[in-house]
């Protein structure tokens, strides 16, 4: 089993959609969770880091639920420009990252 | 700006020849680094985890002598591909991560990769 998991996608949705991603993780004691943008043929960018009370960061949402080991990433009023792979991030200590094999989105007009 | 600066962005060369990779941190200290290596469609792979003054931590099934790591400062770690091969071509990211004072959770910020194209 994967330590991330990621569906991959894609998801085709039209401009101001609404569209939510799910990542889960195996380890239970894993730390620190984030979300990345990748654009094709560019490097990783961080999109945001996901708290346990959840956060808000303009039309993004993210959430962990511990109890099911898994993370969430919502986009509102889905822009063209939002189209990218989502990459799943899970910090296990402090030097042990996992990837998820991230979610392609793509939005049309 | 940018965190973390990779050098070269592209790089093409001939079969059997050795190229360099640079990974720097702008403005902190990074005791490790991590390399990665990605395939066109596919997720990074990670190759080995970069330690500050000593050896690198390699992933199973890596080369460590086909792929040398030197980690000789806090704001500078080098990739090697060594004997290059057509098979080695892709792009190779590098990654350290940034914790801020107050910062809870030291994320990881990339470097803008460096695609190699070997002939």
């Known amino acids: 089993r994967k330590e991330v998991e990621q569906d991959p996608g894609p998801f085709n949705v039209p401009e101001g959609a609404t569209v939510a991603f799910n990542c889960t993780y195996s380890?239970?004691?894993?730390?620190?969770f984030f979300w990345y943008r990748q654009d094709c043929r560019k490097e990783p960018k961080l999109l945001m880091s996901?708290?346990?009370s959840g956060n808000e960061d303009g039309r993004f949402t993210a959430q962990l639920n511990r109890a099911s080991q898994y993370i969430s990433l919502l986009i509102r009023d889905s822009k063209l420009s939002d189209s990218a792979t989502y990459l799943c991030v899970v910090k296990e200590n402090f030097n042990k990252f996992y990837f998820g094999s991230g979610t392609k989105l793509n939005v049309k007009p | 700006g940018a965190v973390v600066s990779q050098h070269p962005s592209r790089v093409i060369c001939k079969s059997g020849t050795s190229v360099k990779i640079e990974c720097r941190s702008l403005?902190?200290?990074?005791?490790?680094m991590f390399w990665y290596r990605q395939f066109p469609k596919q997720s990074l792979m990670l190759m080995a985890t970069s330690n500050e003054g000593s050896k690198a931590t390699y992933e199973q099934g890596v080369e460590k002598d086909k792929f040398l790591i030197n980690h000789a400062s806090l704001t500078l770690s080098t990739l090697t591909v060594t004997s290059a091969h057509p098979e080695d071509s892709s792009f190779y990211i590098c990654?350290?991560?940034?914790?801020?004072?107050?910062?809870?959770?030291?994320?990881?910020?990339f470097g803008e990769g460096s695609r190699l194209t070997v002939l």
């Open positions: 380890n239970s004691a894993s730390q620190s």
């Open positions: 996901v708290y346990s």
């Open positions: 990654s350290a991560q940034l914790h801020l004072a107050g910062g809870p959770t030291g994320e990881l910020f």
């Open positions: 403005d902190f200290q990074a005791t490790t």
